[in-house]
Structures are given as C-alpha cells and as structure tokens.
C-alpha cells in the first residue's frame, strides 16, 4: 500500500504561481510513474503531467510551458510548480502513483487550487 498527501494548494490571482507537494509513505519502492491529475466541478478528472522515476515528463497540452512537475526520488516526494496561472486552471489537484510491477494505483486526498481573475 503506498500512501499520498498533497500540499502547496490555495487562492492566487491570474498570472501569478503555485507550488505543489505530493508526499509518498508505505510501499515506496514498488512506486513507478506519478502524476499529477485534476479535476473542475461537474468535469473529469484529467491528466496535468505526468514523470517516471527516471525523470521522463509528459504534460497535457493546456499546461505545457507553465507548469513543470519534478520528483525526489530519495525524499519519495513529487512536486508540480504552476506559473502564469489562469482561471482555467482552477480544480482540485490530486497525487496519482502507479505500481511499477502490479496493477495497483493510488490517490491522494486532493488539493484545491482557487485562481482569480
């Protein structure tokens, strides 16, 4: 079992920038990719970006360019630094893990993150 909490959420006006923060705990080691999802009232929960433990990045298209998701590998921390936020991007963001060698995946809590106009 692994666990995940996020952190790093809140209110921000348009342009500004937030930083996110995904702990991991449990069963580190059987952790591969982790990612970011999100997920706006009444939507889907979407993709934000994505990394392997070797650091391969993946982004949706709506971010690409503003927001960079790196990871820690030794700390088991994943981070996701947003800039040049707009009000689109407003939804609460969840930490995803993927086992590297089963099918279990995992999910934090959630965040919220509020951007103003």
């Known amino acids: 079992q692994v666990q995940l909490a996020e952190s790093g959420g809140g209110l921000v006006q348009a342009g500004g920038s937030l930083s996110l923060s995904c702990a991991a705990s449990?069963?580190?080691?059987?952790?591969?990719?982790m990612s970011w999802y999100r997920q706006a009232p009444g939507k889907q929960r979407d993709l934000v970006a994505r990394?392997?433990?070797?650091?391969?990045?993946n982004y949706a298209d709506s971010v690409k360019g503003r927001f960079t998701i790196s990871r820690d590998n030794v700390k088991n921390m994943v981070y996701l630094q947003m800039n040049s936020l707009k009000p689109e991007d407003t939804a609460v963001y969840y930490c995803?893990?993927?086992?590297?060698?089963?099918?279990?995946?995992?999910w934090g809590q959630g965040t919220q993150v509020t951007v103003s106009s």
């Open positions: 995803n893990a993927l086992e590297s060698m089963g099918p279990g995946q995992y």
């Open positions: 990394i392997t433990r070797g650091a391969i990045t």
């Open positions: 449990g069963s580190i080691s059987s952790i591969g990719v």
